[in-house]
């Protein structure tokens, strides 16, 4: 597509549940990035994959966050065991050199 | 870990007068990125800046790579309405798979 697309736009989940959020990336970009921005917070950088090399997974909170990317496209974020302050918009992003396309982001809500 | 300073955190300006804000960062970066996020959306890349010393416009905006390669500034002049958003510097060191990001700059414009 145009752009990067993430879904849901928006998810309340119950704490202790688990959530997908997925993340379509522009076609012909090998790099894909996760970020969380927590509420007037800067973006916190989750996990980098890049081609078919091994994901940079340094920026995953804990090992309730996975993530993996099929046939180098698309992209689910995992989050196990939601906690309220996993509560963040969530941000992917692709690119081809150095600078990043933004999606828009899944604002995740846990109650 | 990385540290990235952006100031001012916020700033409340008139319409038509010019804006200054800066990021310092602990390390060396080869690459410098200013972003506007607008609310419910994702950052949009404003400017690139590869090379210290690097001194680069686009429209009413103008950034610099800074000389010790730890810094970066982004001016707007004659600044509009429409300038209002979140502006947030980024930065990659050498050999990094990803950008680290500043806090944040809150701009209001006054009409």
């Known amino acids: 597509g145009a752009g990067v697309s993430q879904s849901p736009s928006n998810k309340v989940t119950e704490k202790g549940k688990d959530v997908e959020l997925r993340c379509d990336p522009i076609s012909g970009h090998t790099a894909l990035y996760w970020y969380r921005q927590s509420l007037g917070q800067g973006l916190e950088f989750l996990i980098y994959f890049q081609g078919n090399s091994a994901p940079d997974k340094s920026g995953l909170p804990s090992d309730r966050f996975s993530a993996e990317r099929t046939g180098g496209s698309v992209s689910t974020l995992t989050i196990q065991r939601t906690q309220q302050e996993d509560s963040a918009v969530y941000l992917c992003?692709?690119?081809?050199?150095?600078?990043?396309?933004f999606g828009s982001g899944t604002r995740l809500t846990v109650v | 870990g990385q540290q990235l300073n952006q100031s001012p955190q916020s700033m409340f300006i008139q319409e038509g007068e010019d804006v200054s804000m800066n990021c310092t960062s602990s390390?060396?970066?080869?690459?410098w990125l200013w972003y506007k996020q607008d609310p419910g959306e994702g950052p949009v890349l404003l400017i690139a800046l590869y090379k210290a010393g690097e001194l680069t416009s686009n429209g009413r905006l103008t950034a610099q790579f800074g000389i010790t390669r730890k810094d970066s500034f982004l001016n707007i002049s004659a600044s509009i309405p429409s300038d209002v958003g979140i502006y947030f510097c980024?930065?990659?060191?050498?050999?990094?798979?990803?950008?680290?990001f500043g806090t944040g700059t809150r701009l209001t414009v006054i009409p």
């Open positions: 390390s060396i970066f080869n690459t």
């Open positions: 980024a930065g990659r060191e050498a050999g990094a798979n990803n950008l680290f």
């Open positions: 992003a692709s690119s081809r050199t150095d600078s990043y396309t």
